[in-house]
């Protein structure tokens, strides 16, 4: 079975510097996706970036980022230039790949709360 | 485009009664899915459909129902409340193919917040 471990349980960086959030994962697929989910303190949970494993390009969106390391099953998220906007919860998750009977369920990490100090 | 909305947003229940919370989309998504999310913890599946008419157990089914008479609305049903229900509830969506769509982009609702007493 898959699962996904999030290390750091709360994260704190002063605004405008980087932070890098942490997360392994463990499957037997070959191809599969890693999303990083934001859920700000108004609770509605947001896509932030997603990673296709079968390409070795890491995902960028903006100031959001992600070092995708396929052979250590690890996938953390970058954050540049950080602002107070960024102050959330953020969850790792995995799907595996699309085709006839996915239905399509992430598996979570347990979350990192991110707080950005002005 | 309203995306995916839920209702309550709060709710108190006192232990034994019942209620429905209620999810509904507009974005045409085949998959829906119920989650509940304890403190500090991360999001634990309760139900999920794959279409109308379809609708299957996750992770933690025990003491909820759901039905999905039509692709827009997904309620779930609290039988028989207890204080272990207290959680707060999320709805999301997503497509059911990569056409128009990323795939595993699951659309979130607020979130209902429901106590029992």
């Known amino acids: 079975a898959q699962t996904v471990t999030q290390s750091q349980p709360e994260m704190s960086v002063q605004e405008a510097e980087t932070v890098t959030l942490s997360c392994t994962y463990d499957?037997?697929?070959?191809?599969?996706?890693l999303f990083w989910y934001k859920q700000p303190p108004s609770r509605q949970m947001i896509l932030v970036i997603r990673q296709e494993a079968y390409k070795q390009q890491n995902a960028t969106e903006n100031r959001f980022s992600v070092n995708f390391q396929k052979a250590a099953k690890s996938f953390s998220l970058k954050i540049s230039d950080s602002q107070l906007g960024d102050t959330a919860m953020y969850f790792c998750a995995f799907m595996k790949p699309g085709g006839a009977g996915n239905n399509r369920k992430l598996i979570w990490g347990l979350g990192t709360s991110l707080a950005v100090n002005p | 485009n309203a995306g995916v909305t839920q209702t309550p947003k709060f709710r108190i229940l006192k232990i034994g009664q019942s209620m429905t919370l209620q999810c509904t989309q507009d974005m045409n998504h085949n998959y829906m899915y119920w989650y509940r999310q304890d403190p500090g913890m991360g999001l634990k599946l309760i139900y999920y459909s794959v279409g109308a008419g379809i609708t299957d157990k996750g992770e933690v089914p025990n003491g909820y129902n759901v039905s999905r008479s039509t692709t827009e609305d997904f309620p779930l049903r609290l039988e028989l409340a207890a204080p272990s229900q207290t959680s707060v509830y999320f709805c999301?969506?997503?497509?059911?193919?990569?056409?128009?769509?990323?795939?595993?982009?699951?659309?979130f609702g607020e979130g209902s917040r429901l106590t029992v007493l």
């Open positions: 499957t037997s697929e070959n191809n599969y996706y």
């Open positions: 999301a969506s997503t497509l059911s193919n990569r056409v128009g769509g990323v795939p595993g982009e699951l659309f």
